[in-house]
């Protein structure tokens, strides 16, 4: 990950903090991102129970995106790992229910 090339899209200053600080801890954006999302415990894991989602799926794994916005500076690594990952050519950004649009409306709002 390099400062310039994420500095036109989050700006220099949070580019800069999440450069030092996944060098500081060898981390890779991904690994911050999954790291900040057990950290807050939005993660569940139950293999025993698995959890059925919306759409009726089940998963042994939930994540929780609604709890997370209630950390900024989580909020923050998550939408730039978004960012990231996203193609720059892209028209449109869309978030859909259940918790998708407030991360529609971050990642392109920094796009």
């Not at 036109?8 to 999954?34: C, D, M, R, W």
């Not at 894991?45 to 759409?55: G, L, Q, R, Y």
């Not at 995106?65 to 996203?86: A, K, M, T, W």
Request: hydrophobic residues 45%; aromatic residues 12%.
């Amino acid at each position: 990950m390099l400062v310039t090339c994420l500095n036109p899209v989050i700006g220099y200053e949070k580019a800069g903090h999440a450069s030092q600080y996944a060098f500081k801890n060898n981390l890779t954006l991904k690994e911050k991102v999954a790291k900040v999302l057990f950290d807050v415990e939005a993660v569940k894991i139950s293999v025993n129970e698995p959890f059925t989602f919306a759409s009726g799926i089940k998963s042994p794994i939930y994540c929780d995106n609604r709890y997370i916005l209630g950390f900024p500076y989580e909020r923050d690594i998550i939408i730039d790992g978004y960012v990231e990952c996203i193609d720059k050519d892209v028209d449109v950004i869309v978030g859909v229910a259940t918790a998708g649009i407030p991360w529609g409306s971050f990642i392109a709002d920094r796009m």
